[in-house]
């Protein structure tokens, strides 16, 4: 079983930028590809970027240039630095973890909400 904890997520004026992370544990291998995914109220779930265990990045159409992820196999841990955070950007950040030989998401984190606002 896997878990994955969020944090980061708050409150920040268009412009700001905020840094996420999500913690993993269990059964954990570096191979697997991490990202995060978002929800705003209304839509469905989006990608935002996900990285697999070489560093390869994968990025949504909205976030490109301004969103980097990265990870830290070592600590287990995933990463989203968000930059020039605009109103649109406000949603639950949700951490994924795909096992390399799945089609779909395996795990999910609980969720950090972002909100970008004047």
């Known amino acids: 079983q896997v878990q994955l904890v969020e944090s980061g997520g708050g409150f920040v004026q268009p412009g700001g930028s905020l840094r996420l992370s999500c913690a993993a544990s269990g059964t954990i291998s570096s191979i697997d590809i991490m990202g995060w995914h978002r929800q705003a109220p209304g839509n469905e779930r989006e990608l935002v970027a996900t990285?697999?265990?070489?560093?390869?990045?994968n990025y949504g159409d909205s976030v490109k240039g301004r969103f980097t992820v990265s990870r830290d196999n070592t600590k287990r841990t995933v990463y989203l630095q968000m930059n020039n955070l605009k109103p649109e950007d406000t949603a639950v950040y949700y951490c994924?973890?795909?096992?390399?030989?799945?089609?779909?998401?395996?795990?999910w984190g609980k969720g950090t909400l972002v909100t970008v606002s004047s």
């Open positions: 990285i697999t265990g070489g560093g390869g990045t």
């Open positions: 994924s973890l795909r096992r390399r030989w799945s089609s779909g998401v395996n795990f």
